[in-house]
C-alpha cells in the first residue's frame, strides 16, 4: 500500500474510532508494520536520494500516527495516561479481545527490536 493510500486508510478508520472492533485495530497494526518495514529497507539502499525519501516518509507517518492519538484522545476525552490504564487492564476486554492486544503487542515488541 502507497503511503497516500495508508494515510486516507488512518484517516478513515479513525474518523469514529468508537466504532473501530479488534479485527480492523490489528489488520491496521500489520499494514504500519509492513510499511515501516519497507521504509527499514530502503533506509539500507545504496541510493542517498532513496534514503532520504524514505527518511521523509518515516517522519510524515510519524506525524500521522500522532496526530490520530491526539485526534482519539480528543474525541474520548482520555489522557495518554488514562488510555494506557485502560489497555492495560484485561478485565476492561472480552477475553478474545485481549488475546488479540497481547498478539499485537508482541508483534510491535518484536518489529522493534529489528529496527
Known amino acids: 500500500m ?10 478513515k478508520i479513525f474518523e469514529n474510532p468508537e466504532k ?6 490489528e489488520k491496521l497494526l500489520f ?3 509492513k510499511f515501516f518495514d519497507a521504509i527499514r ?11 532520504e525519501k524514505a527518511m521523509g ?7 500521522k500516527l500522532n496526530q490520530v492519538t491526539e485526534k482519539i484522545y480528543a474525541k474520548t476525552g482520555l489522557t495518554k495516561e488514562k488510555a494506557q490504564e485502560i489497555l492495560s487492564n484485561p478485565s476492561n476486554f472480552k477475553p478474545e479481545d485481549w488475546e488479540t492486544m497481547k498478539h499485537i503487542e508482541k508483534e510491535l515488541n518484536h518489529f522493534q527490536k529489528q529496527s
Open 31 to 33: 499494514e504500519t508494520l
Open 41 to 51: 529497507e530502503k533506509m539500507t539502499s545504496e541510493d542517498p536520494a532513496e534514503r
Open 20 to 25: 473501530i472492533d479488534m479485527s480492523q485495530l
Open 57 to 63: 516518509e518515516a517522519i510524515e507517518m510519524q506525524e
Open 2 to 11: 502507497k503511503q497516500s493510500q495508508f494515510i486516507e486508510h488512518l484517516d
